[in-house]
């Protein structure tokens, strides 16, 4: 049988859910898909490496699916809390070893003085001896205290509704989480509390319905605000998130408007670009600063700048792109009108 994130369609995971996952409404489905992800891609020999491979980011995927339903299902089952505690803690662990290889390759492009180029490696391979130790100490089968047995108890013992019951609450909590961002005022002037807050929340709503694995459909025909109703042809409509994944286990889902959410996709994409662009003139610079070849960070920020061609204008424009981007959403009450179907 094909490992759990290596099942593709419909009839590969029915068919991993017949052999391996009792059936059950479709959290508790959700949850263990992705547990029997993580366990075989967090267990498979080649992990023991752990460099920056695809094998790496697959299990990085696996954690981020587990901890976005971890959040969804955590008000309804409390004793939740810790396997989301546990699950962050190595999202965030994969995450770190991603930022450093990232900004090696970055420094490398650039042609970063060998001195940060080398504090660079340093970080990097303390990060990847950090999170080698954290999976053979909580996440290895054979590791005493396994969080993996611990995440599959944890799901056995608590009492799951019904596929109805779990389809009203799940319609309920993801109308509730959009709601809370379209409450949010935001300083787009902020790169941090503003840009990055944004996208954190309207990415962890992205996660929520592929997590879900089918309890979310895409409908072309739905397009309550006309004006992204083009976006059905265009260039986003092939984003390798442009698409859910869908199972046809039991009716109980929910239908949202395609245009929408590839609107919604676009944007996570756009802030994403301002994030890694600001990521990357801080973390370079800083290893400037770090190495002794500057002293003052702002100094090295403006060489990083010149290195990667990047003016004063262009990160205005992104800014100015980023404001523009917030005021659309709010102007259209888009949350709200996106996820309207989750209402009735």
């Known amino acids: 049988m094909m490992s759990a994130f290596e099942a593709k369609d419909t009839h590969e995971f029915s068919s991993l859910i017949s052999q391996d996952v009792e059936v059950g409404c479709r959290g508790r489905r959700a949850m263990l898909y992705w547990y029997g992800s993580l366990k075989n891609s967090i267990n498979h020999p080649d992990t023991r490496a752990f460099k920056m491979t695809h094998l790496s980011r697959e299990v990085r995927r696996h954690a981020f699916m587990l901890e976005g339903l971890l959040r969804l299902y955590k008000r309804k089952y409390p004793k939740f809390e810790k396997r989301l505690e546990k699950i962050k803690a190595l ?54 205290k396994n969080s993996l047995k611990k995440f599959r108890a944890r799901i056995e013992k608590e009492e799951w509704p019904s596929n109805k019951g779990d389809a009203q609450f799940l319609a309920k909590e993801l109308r509730r989480c959009a709601m809370k961002i379209s409450e949010l005022d935001l300083d787009m002037n902020q790169l941090e509390e503003g840009i990055h807050e944004l996208r954190r929340q309207i990415r962890w709503l992205s996660i929520y319905f592929f997590a879900l694995r089918g309890f979310v459909r895409l409908d072309p025909r739905l397009n309550p605000i006309p004006e992204y109703e083009a976006l059905l042809s265009s260039p986003i409509a092939s984003h390798p998130y442009a698409r859910l994944p869908v199972d046809d ?80 959403l709010r102007h259209h009450r888009f949350f709200e009108v996106f996820t309207e179907p989750f209402a009735s």
């Not at 990847?128 to 005493?144: T, V």
């Not at 662009?277 to 400037?288: F, S, T, Y």
């Not at 190495?291 to 010149?306: P, Q, V």
């Open 91 to 144: 999202e965030d662990q994969l995450g770190a070893c991603d930022y450093w290889h990232a900004l090696l390759h970055d420094a490398v492009e650039v042609n970063l003085d060998l001195s940060a180029q080398r504090y660079i490696e340093g970080q990097l391979r303390k990060e990847q001896i950090s999170i080698l130790r954290l999976i053979q100490q909580k996440w290895s089968l054979k590791a005493e």
């Open 249 to 328: 286990i039991d009716n109980q889902t929910r239908s949202i408007s395609k245009s929408l959410y590839l609107r919604l996709t676009e944007a996570i994409d756009h802030l994403g670009r301002i994030k890694d662009q600001g990521q990357r003139v801080e973390g370079l610079a800083n290893a400037l600063v770090q190495s002794g070849e500057f002293s003052e960070l702002r100094d090295a920020e403006k060489d990083i700048r010149s290195r990667l061609n990047l003016s004063n204008d262009e990160e205005q424009k992104r800014i100015l792109n980023a404001q523009k981007l917030y005021r659309e």
